[in-house]
């Protein structure tokens, strides 16, 4: 727990929340960010222009953010990168087989308590805590 962050964690954790509550409330949007990337990727008529204001909303935020404390972006992450494209692609199909990410289960569909949504997420966290421990505890972390 080196990098434990707990006040810049939960200060994003309400941000998210709040972006998303907003969303909801102005525009009756569901603010899944694997759907929302969908929509452009594969665009809908006259659906379109707010998932890129988002999508931009969402990279301009994090851009400032590393301006203003770029302390904040120091970290390592000890895997390879075979291994980190690998996870990549493993969460594109999970998201895709799920009808969903962390943000439209976990976020939204929770707090709408949306049973899917409540048995996807503790599908993916529970998938994730096992494929951690499988990687650092049966293959010493090398990866």
Partial sequence: MEQFTPLPSLLGGML???SA???LLCDGKIAGISGILGGIVHPIKQDTLWRVVF???LLSGGF???LFAPE???FGIERSTGALILAGLLVGFGTRLGNGCTS??????????SARSIVATVT???T?????????HLFGGAL
């Fill in 104 to 113: 439209g289960h976990g976020v939204c569909g929770i707090s709408r308590l």
């Fill in 21 to 23: 509550s907003i969303l």
């Fill in 128 to 136: 994730g805590i096992l494929t951690v421990f499988v990687i650092n």
């Fill in 64 to 66: 400032l953010f590393h």
């Fill in 72 to 74: 904040a972006f120091a």
């Fill in 55 to 57: 999508v931009a909303g």
């Fill in 16 to 18: 998210i929340g709040l």
């Fill in 124 to 126: 993916f966290m529970a």
